[in-house]
């Protein structure tokens, strides 16, 4: 159920982005063509999972903090289930939702997205939280970085059926984090700046914020998946 509801919502998405907003997608090629992914963004509006579902079309599924399940009536609650999202206790380690993402991880083909900065952040991003680096180091799988701008304009969820303005969602070359030693907290911060960076690097510098300077300097705790024949 959850696949079929997300493909007919994000096919009705994409007819919308294209009728309405000047909408565009780059570096499709770097996403596997199979096996487990997960996809980390910045964090601009509340459109920000639709659209990147959509624009990846993978089998997505989402960690969404847990007021918004709260917030929305029953059907509201039965749609963000069917569509992929799962809720996330904001503020402390969610060990639920920890194993709830490592167990859809298993599955052939399976696609997490995750928003590591937790809340909405028009513009610039803000520091982000860390706990995408247990998560990445258990699941030891590749990491996708994405990058959307223009999506700020779209603060309310409803524009979903008439997006605005310029929308642009750059996907970046998958990579590793280096597993091979286990890291401190102080490292383990490093690492999710570095993550964290290399979604910066997909994006201008008046939206990278807290990542300028980790944009620009050496990965370390990470490393690039090589495309055939490089």
């Known amino acids: 159920m959850a696949l079929l509801v997300q493909r007919v919502a994000n096919s009705a998405l994409r007819v919308t982005l294209k009728m309405f907003a000047d909408y565009g997608v780059d570096g499709r090629e770097n996403i596997p063509a199979d096996g ?32 918004i399940f709260k917030n929305v009536t029953p059907i509201g609650r039965w749609f963000l289930k069917s569509y992929g999202a799962q809720p996330l206790r904001r503020g402390a380690m969610d060990l639920g939702a920890l194993r709830w993402a490592l167990t859809e991880l298993k599955r052939p083909g399976a696609t997490l997205a995750l928003f590591p900065e937790g809340t909405r952040n028009p513009g610039a991003m803000k520091r982000a939280q860390s706990g995408i680096v247990p998560l990445a180091a258990r699941a030891g799988i590749p990491i996708l970085p994405v990058g959307m701008i223009g999506v700020e304009e779209m603060r309310s969820v409803f524009r979903v059926f008439k997006p605005k303005g310029s929308v642009r969602v750059h996907i970046g070359r998958p990579f590793y984090l280096n597993t091979e030693f286990k890291l401190s907290r102080l490292e383990t911060r490093a690492a999710a700046s570095e993550i964290m960076g290399r979604v910066a690097t997909l994006l201008p510098e008046s939206y990278r914020g807290e990542y300028r300077e980790s944009a620009e300097e050496p990965f370390i705790y990470t490393t690039t998946i090589e495309s055939p024949g490089e």
């Open 36 to 67: 487990p992914l997960i996809v980390i963004s910045n964090h601009q509006s509340n459109v920000d999972p639709p659209i990147l579902a959509a624009s990846l079309r993978r089998d997505t599924r989402f960690l969404a903090k847990e007021s």
